[in-house]
């Protein structure tokens, strides 16, 4: 066979490590505690529920403008609907917009332990991915503008970062605006927003509003619990939202997931009740874990970093198949540049209870 014959994908495809996602398996456990994705314990709201189980015309292709999700978005957040776009996840909004705004030769800068998807999209476009260094696992605004060339295009701040759970407060989001040329696209990821509960924190709306080259990206798979229906949006100025228009697939969103959205945004009762269960909860574990002896990373997320010593019977490789012995599966953070650390969802009250006696049996030696 003559393999230079058959086709090839652009250069640099071939290079991309794929996205691998939070396991969600554990063998011989009869009870799995899925903690590796950052999906909320309390499910969907009843509403979206009832939205797709009494969705019907699954035969008829769905609205291609999201219309009525973006009009339900728009009522909820003040925005002008013409400025939103919805996507499958915000993932494949963070795809479009770099795919829309950078090519061969550009470069996309994202923090050192910040989300995987921003490397992938970049090397997927044929850019150049240029990681800026953190400082304590939270994202370095100077680090990040030193990072600047005449070929940055686009620069991405998840914020809260995933999967460090640290934020930084918005004035200095203002200034990382601030000092970035006006043709560098700024993407704040703020896919944990609904979660932070921080006087100095603002996801960004107003900037958005206020600027030409920020866009915002939000999500209903984290806080709404419809993860598995992939769905996401994005604010933008309207030069930005009619360029992603013009390269999205025509119908990119169903019909049960604009449904399904139009109903979750609508349930304030079930996202407060979220809000709630993750203050408490976030505390607690944050509060138990340390208290073993582990170091946490104040967190503002609905998840926790969790870093384990780098002695032999204690590191995180081994904490992570003690815990996937009990049942409660946890993600590995390697692949962040945090070998030795654990990210670890926030569950249902058993789960959060498991985890802190399996750690507590773990780091006395106990047996799974
Ligand atoms: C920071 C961040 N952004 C975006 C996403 C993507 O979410 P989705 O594509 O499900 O909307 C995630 C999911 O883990 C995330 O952690």
Redesign the pocket.
């Known amino acids: 066979m003559n393999m230079s014959v058959r086709p090839q994908p652009r250069p640099g495809v071939m290079q991309i490590d794929a996205y691998v996602p939070g396991k969600s398996k554990a063998a011989g456990v009869a009870k799995i505690h899925k903690l590796s ?2 999906e909320t314990p309390l499910g969907p709201s009843p509403k979206a529920m009832e939205a797709i189980r009494t969705f019907d015309h699954l035969e008829l292709y769905p609205d291609g403008a999201a219309t009525k999700l973006r009009e339900a978005i728009a009522a909820r957040y003040g925005l002008d609907p013409n400025r939103i776009v919805c ?8 795809s479009l917009i770099t795919n829309a705004y950078v090519g061969p030769g550009d470069e996309g800068i994202f923090t050192e332990h ?2 995987l ?1 921003y490397r992938i999209a970049i090397q997927a476009a044929g850019g150049t991915p240029v990681v800026a260094p953190e400082k304590d696992l939270r994202t370095d605004v100077d680090a990040i503008l030193k990072k600047v060339t005449d070929r940055t295009k686009i620069v991405f701040l ?1 914020n ?4 460090t759970g640290t934020y930084i407060p918005f004035d200095e989001v203002k200034r990382l605006h601030a000092g970035l040329p006006p043709h560098v696209l700024l993407v704040l ?1 703020a ?2 927003a609904e979660y932070v509960r921080r006087n100095d924190y603002e996801a960004g709306l107003e900037l958005v509003a206020t600027s030409e080259n920020v866009v915002m ?6 806080i709404y619990g419809l ?1 598995n229906l ?3 949006w994005m604010v933008a100025p309207p030069h930005i939202a009619d360029a992603i228009n013009r390269i999205r697939g025509p119908f990119n969103v169903s019909g049960p997931a604009i449904a399904a959205g139009i109903a979750a945004i609508q349930d304030e009762a079930h996202i407060a009740k979220a809000i709630e269960h993750n203050e408490r909860w976030l505390a607690w574990l944050t509060r138990e874990i340390e208290a073993l002896g582990l170091k946490v990373t104040p967190s503002v997320g609905n998840f926790l970093l969790v870093h384990f010593p780098q002695e032999a019977g204690r590191t995180a490789k081994e904490a992570d198949s003690f815990l996937s012995s009990r049942g409660l599966i946890l993600r590995q953070v390697e692949a962040y540049g945090l070998p030795d650390a654990l990210r670890l969802t926030v569950g249902s009250e058993e789960a959060n209870g498991l985890v802190v006696a399996a750690l507590r049996d773990f780091l006395g030696g106990k047996n799974a």
């Open positions: 994705s950052n996507g499958t996840g915000s993932d494949e909004l963070l910040g989300f998807v998840a809260p970062n995933n999967p990821d896919a944990y990206t939000r999500t209903f798979s984290k993860a992939r769905l996401g």
